[in-house]
């Protein structure tokens, strides 16, 4: 069984950092990806970014350009540093491995 556990959450104001990150209970380097997606509540949940086991990332228009997501398979990790953080990217943040592995989520609140 896959337990992902995420940190790292937290208010920040407009325009500053948070580093997200999860913790898995198993090697990650089994998973061909892993990611991160976020959740408004009354929304559905929406893909942020996601890691190849290679190293490629891929990221949604919204988090391109100011999101950066990272893997250590050495640490069973993943991170996610975001910049310049906007009200908008208010959500509780999940990440993902395949498939249909879920952490708790974390809460993200940008004032602005």
């Known amino acids: 069984q896959v337990q992902l556990v995420e940190s790292g959450g937290g208010l920040v104001q407009a325009g500053g950092s948070l580093n997200l990150s999860c913790a898995a209970s198993?090697?990650?380097?089994?998973?061909?990806?892993m990611g991160w997606y976020r959740q408004v509540p009354g929304n559905q949940r929406e893909w942020v970014t996601f890691?190849?086991?290679?190293?490629?990332?891929t990221y949604s228009d919204s988090a391109e350009g100011r999101f950066t997501i990272s893997r250590d398979n050495d640490k069973n990790m993943v991170h996610l540093q975001m910049n310049s953080l906007k009200p908008e990217d208010t959500a509780v943040y999940y990440c993902?491995?395949?498939?249909?592995?879920w952490g708790q989520g974390t809460q993200v609140t940008v004032s602005s």
């Open positions: 890691v190849t086991d290679g190293g490629s990332t």
């Open positions: 198993v090697t990650i380097s089994r998973f061909s990806h």
């Open positions: 993902y491995a395949p498939y249909n592995n």
